[in-house]
């Protein structure tokens, strides 16, 4: 098999707009294993079978296992990588509830588009001959979108890593990868709440979260944000006890309101404020590039300073599509 001779070197990390595992791939395609016993395995998971690696599992291998070998050390700052990633997009990731698309770039700055489709004034008539067509404008948009940046600083020594358990240290990673997540939805909620007027409301009660669903026509609620205690108070109403809505809470954690939409809980809203969104046209997320991490460092086991980081910006597409009320009580 062509993975056993793979010659793994640092270079393969720093291939524009190529992960390690792209390039991994190129060397060792996946589809030359269909049909076989590695057919589920990536190029990157055969290189761990290769050296025996066992990431996770009751018999799970420590750090150590991947500096037996210089080659095997190639390997270890994408063990990283990975489990990062997936505290980023899979472990308790919000995010893809709220943006309606997200685009990678290669720039720390990115100009959205804008449209005339919200403001622009339709009969709604067929277009009957030699009549115009309804024109729609597309413009870029005259202001830039910085992409911050999130990240933490792994401050180690290989020594006090080399005999930790591989799956332990993906746990925390995870949760590396999660709190990123979140200051990321806060940059999110920062954006939906910026030139997004609220609307003033006496109290929270069926009737006003009505009155979020309607104001936001003629799009379609299916996201809601707010914080724990204003979450807890939408749970208590009267409208949340009916049986099937009961069972779903109970049973599953997940939070749905009265009117169908998720309910999403984020310190990061202003007190006694709930956001509603349409999230299939309210938000686009920009990120530059993938996870950075120094491999350099993790290859020559200098761990004690490791930056890991991510550059990522968010854009209303269509403003109307958030809405806002503002409770008094």
Not at 108 to 134: C, H, K, Q, W
Not at 176 to 188: C, H, P, T, Y
Not at 213 to 226: E, G, R
Request: glycine content about 4%; overall charge neutral; hydrophobic content about 40%.
């Amino acid at each position: 098999m062509n993975y056993n001779n793979i010659k793994l070197e640092k270079d393969m990390y720093n291939v524009c707009n190529k992960s390690f595992t792209d390039v991994l791939e190129e060397l060792d395609p996946s589809e030359q294993y269909r049909g076989t016993e590695l057919e589920n395995l990536d190029a990157y998971q055969r290189q761990l079978k290769r050296f025996g690696i066992k990431v996770s599992g009751p018999n799970c291998d420590n750090v150590e296992k991947f500096f037996l070998n210089p080659l095997s050390a190639v390997l270890f700052p994408e063990f990283i990588n990975r489990a990062i990633e997936k505290g980023i997009y899979y472990y308790n990731n919000v995010l893809p509830s709220v943006i309606a698309t997200k685009s990678t770039v290669d720039t720390l700055d990115y100009r959205t588009i804008t449209s005339n489709m919200e403001t622009a004034t339709f009969s709604g008539n067929e277009v009957r001959e030699s009549e115009y067509l309804p024109e729609i404008y597309i413009s870029t948009n005259s202001n830039l979108i910085s992409l911050k940046k999130h990240g933490r600083l792994i401050t180690s020594t290989y020594e006090a890593l080399r005999f930790q358990n591989l799956d332990v240290i993906a746990v925390l990673l995870r949760k590396m990868g999660s709190d990123i997540v979140n200051e990321q939805l806060k940059d999110a909620i920062t954006v939906m709440q910026t030139d997004t007027t609220p609307q003033a409301v006496s109290s929270l009660s069926y009737d006003s979260l009505l009155t979020l669903w309607s104001a936001l026509k003629p799009y379609n609620m299916n996201v809601m944000i707010t914080r724990y205690d204003v979450a807890k108070r939408i749970l208590a109403l009267n409208e949340m006890k009916d049986a099937q809505a009961g069972l779903d809470f109970q049973g599953t954690g997940r939070n749905i309101t009265p009117l169908g939409a998720k309910l999403i809980c984020s310190p990061w809203v202003n007190a006694n404020t709930i956001i509603g969104l349409d999230k299939n046209c309210a938000l686009q997320m920009i990120q530059s590039g993938k996870v950075t991490l120094d491999y350099n460092k993790l290859i020559d086991k200098q761990i004690e300073k490791a930056g890991i980081s991510v550059r990522a910006g968010f854009a209303k597409i269509f403003a109307g599509a958030i809405k806002i009320i503002s409770l008094s009580a």
